[in-house]
């Protein structure tokens, strides 16, 4: 059964960073491409980056292009994502998801609220 568990959200102050992650399960993560993506409130899903399988593939959306850093480790399992200088229109939930357009599967997600 395919698991993907996201963690590393929360409540943080614009102009701040966060890093999420991803502990996957169920499948042969280090042949899977992965991706991140996001949806806030009232809004539709929305990609926000991809790495290939071997993670010498990076990509990035429009927004998330020179303050984001997506990582995985294929010896842990994990998938990373590093978002910098918040603004309040990050705020959404953000899921682990298969595929380099990640709609393969997703996880549960991690919230992360973007407020001072």
């Known amino acids: 059964e395919v698991q993907l568990v996201e963690s590393g959200g929360g409540v943080v102050q614009p102009g701040s960073s966060v890093k999420l992650s991803c502990k996957a399960s169920g499948f042969d993560f280090s042949n899977q491409d992965m991706s991140w993506v996001r949806q806030a409130p009232g809004k539709e899903v929305e990609w926000v980056s991809g790495i290939n399988a071997r993670g010498v593939g990076l990509y990035y959306s429009t927004f998330a292009k020179g303050r984001s850093i997506i990582s995985r480790d294929n010896a842990k399992n994990t998938l990373s994502l590093e978002l910098k200088s918040l603004t309040t229109d990050d705020t959404a939930m953000y899921y682990c998801?298969?595929?380099?357009?990640?709609?393969?599967?997703r996880g549960q997600g991690t919230q992360v609220t973007v407020s001072s």
């Open positions: 998801a298969g595929g380099l357009s990640g709609t393969l599967f």
